[in-house]
């Protein structure tokens, strides 16, 4: 990406600004001093890389570590274990998630050990649960940095820390209403981007930590996130997602009040622009006037994720969702009739505390009357510090398993059949890299989000272009430009 601050230029034998972002411009002007001196002792470049865990937040936040190290002088190497800095971004969502880094960070330690130079940071939303930060004090002790969500911004300051005290550096908060803009990002596609638009979220969904980890809804400035998108726009994006954890309760923490809906309004706006996506929404936050909004755009992509989690009403009331099985079935019958052609997706979770046969039928019910492209399905995880976690009725594992099993088989055999309505037509698609099993095609993306393998090269990468869709494989369809 073009940053247009000259790093070199920062005086660092000053004192450090209080002021942000101009604080960790010094500071990554200063990691940048030491990276150099290191690299001119050892005779080669340092090496860094970031791996994620979880959802989009997560990816982007990562895109923004990368961008910071990029500015440091780091050079991106793909192999783990190869690379001087580690950054582990993770995730808390379920237990799996934790299981995984832990796993993980037994391998890295031994690549430790035969490299000198090498540094492991951990950051994102495990570190925001005090018992994962006294378990890695307590017998991980060969990690350098430890980090939260809430300070992620101070990335660079935390780095040099660590880089002048050779102890392991930890700094976690608790929360933040800050939010700071015009920090270094380097994205993963050159033709698509996340966009936070808000960050944190006051849902508290009953089995669900998020709300711990990521604090309090917190939208951002619509200036900034236009400024941030034209600025995309003018550097090759097409596409933008705009990103949080409930996007149709945007604006509602601003000074001057706004609604989602008007934010997609001014975005629709951006010349060169030509896609948004959004997610997620919140069924019970979704508005006429965005339904009418999607009707009206040009620009909106013909798709939603629109996460159910359960079908039973008794469920979803101990969920903490708002929202009832009729009430979500009417929203979907009204976007429906405005975008008539439009991918539903959804988030279902199977064994929540006290679900019973019928609870589960209901959900197999939504998703029979509703018949999403796709769907999430998740098994219940319990999460410590959440109202779900000390719920009586945990179900057993055995009764989930097979629960989960139908579920699958249910969204499966109807999204074969749902996805296959678009063969013959031509749609236009946002081609994004080269096959993966066949150089001859490309892969691009439909409107609805379907993927598309048509033949082609890779000058197509980031264009839009018509094809022909001849066959539907399940999930994906082959077709030919037109
Ligand atoms: N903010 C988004 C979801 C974020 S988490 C929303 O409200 O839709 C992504 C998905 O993980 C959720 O939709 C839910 O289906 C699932 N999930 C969250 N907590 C979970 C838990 N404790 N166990 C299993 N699945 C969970
Ligand atoms: Fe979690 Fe609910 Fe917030 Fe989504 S809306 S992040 S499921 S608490
Ligand atoms: Fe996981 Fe944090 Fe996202 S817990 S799902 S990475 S907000």
């Known amino acids: 990406m073009n940053f247009n601050i000259d790093f070199d230029n920062i005086d660092i034998t000053e004192a450090e600004p209080v002021q942000e972002p101009e604080r960790q411009y010094y ?5 940048r001093k030491y990276v150099k001196k290191i690299e001119e002792e050892i005779g080669r470049s340092l090496t860094f890389c970031v791996t994620t865990f979880g959802c989009q937040m997560n990816a982007r936040d990562s895109e923004k570590l990368t961008g910071i190290l990029e500015q440091i002088g780091y050079v991106e190497e793909p192999e783990e274990e190869k690379a001087d800095l580690v950054i582990y971004n993770t995730c808390t969502v379920r237990e799996n998630a934790n299981q995984r880094v832990y796993g993980r960070l037994g391998q890295l330690n031994r690549a430790k050990k035969k490299n000198p130079h090498m540094m492991i940071g951990l950051c994102g939303c495990m570190m925001q649960e005090p ?6 004090k307590k017998s991980y002790r060969f990690i350098d940095l430890v980090f939260g969500t809430h300070n992620i911004f101070k ?11 050779e102890r392991m550096v930890i700094d976690i908060w608790k929360d933040t209403d800050k939010i700071v803009e015009d920090l270094p990002s380097e994205r993963k596609y050159s033709f698509k981007s996340g966009v936070n638009i808000m960050f944190g979220c006051n849902n508290f969904c009953s089995y669900c930590i998020v709300p711990y980890v990521r604090g309090r809804e917190r939208s951002r400035n619509p200036r900034d ?3 941030e998108i034209e600025h995309l726009v003018a550097d090759g994006v097409v596409e933008v997602m705009l990103l949080g954890q409930n996007v149709n ?10 609604s989602f809906a008007q934010l997609l309004r001014e975005i629709e706006k951006i010349e060169g622009l030509e896609r948004i996506r959004f997610m997620t929404s919140h069924p019970k936050d979704l508005s006429d006037e965005l339904i009418e909004v999607m009707g009206e755009s040009k620009k909106i992509c013909k798709h939603l994720h629109l996460p159910v ?24 019958d009204k976007i429906r009739k405005a975008v008539p052609d439009i991918s539903l997706t959804t988030d279902i979770i199977v064994g929540f505390p006290g679900e019973t046969e019928e609870d589960f039928q209901e959900t197999l019910d939504v998703v029979r009357k509703v018949r999403y492209d796709s769907a999430f399905t998740f098994i219940y995880s319990k999460r410590t510090g959440t109202p779900a976690a000390v719920m009586e009725q945990q179900i057993s594992e055995e009764v989930v398993k097979d629960r989960f099993d139908r579920l699958l088989k ?10 296959g309505v678009y063969t013959d037509t031509i749609q236009n698609v946002l ?11 490309v892969t691009g993306r439909m409107s609805n989000n379907l993927l598309v393998h048509f033949p082609g090269d890779k000058t197509l990468i980031g264009k839009l272009v018509d094809v022909k869709l001849h066959t539907c494989k399940g999930f994906y369809y082959l077709g030919e430009m037109v």
């Open 225 to 227: 996130i236009i400024r």
């Open 155 to 165: 990335f660079a300051e935390l780095l040099v820390t660590r880089m002048e005290s």
């Open 27 to 31: 500071f990554i002007a200063k990691a």
């Open 410 to 419: 249910e969204v499966h055999t109807i999204s074969e059949e749902v996805c």
């Open 431 to 441: 081609v994004e890299s080269i096959n993966d099993h066949d150089a001859s095609l």
């Open 309 to 332: 989690q359960a079908g039973s009403n008794r469920i979803l009331e101990k969920m903490n969702r708002r929202y009832t099985k009729e009430h979500y079935l009417e929203l979907v």
């Open 249 to 258: 309760s945007y604006g509602k923490s601003l000074d001057e009040p706004m």
């Open 131 to 136: 018992e994962v930060v006294e378990k890695l």
